[in-house]
Nanobody, 124 residues
Framework: HLTLTQSGGGSVQAGGSLRLSCAAS????????WGWWRQAPGKEREGVAA????????WYADPGRGRFTISQDTARTTVYLQMNRLKPEDSAMYYC?????????????????WGQGAQVTVSS
């Protein structure tokens, strides 16, 4: 069983930065990727970024590419999402997730452990 505990988030003005963290406790042997997802009110959950635990290879969805950076610690038990140049449309609940990814890294069905969520609010 894997438990993910998130920290970070908050409110910031457009153009600002925030950093999200997600720490795993428990058995990480069945996961090979981390993902960050977000969900705004009335919208579907969308993938933001993912990283393969073994190779440290990241993948970014279009909304965050060039502004967001996903990384993990050397122990591969904590994942981070650094978000820069934030926009009001980035406002959402952000979730970290761990899973077993195939060739494509932001497939919702591949993620089976989820953090509790962290609210990010960007004001204009």
């Amino acid at each position: 069983h894997l438990t993910l505990t998130q920290s970070g988030g908050g409110s910031v003005q457009a153009g600002g930065s925030l950093r999200l963290s997600c720490a795993a406790s428990g058995d990480t042997s069945a996961m090979n990727c981390w993902g960050w997802w977000r969900q705004a009110p009335g919208k579907e959950r969308e993938g933001v970024a993912a990283i393969r635990t073994a190779s440290n290879s990241p993948w970014y969805a279009d909304p965050g590419r060039g502004r967001f950076t996903i990384s993990q610690d050397t122990a591969r038990t904590t994942v981070y999402l650094q978000m820069n140049r934030l926009k009001p449309e980035d406002s959402a609940m952000y979730y970290c997730a761990a899973g077993l990814c195939g060739d494509r890294m932001l497939q919702l069905q591949d993620y089976n452990s989820w953090g509790q969520g962290a609210q990010v609010t960007v004001s204009s």
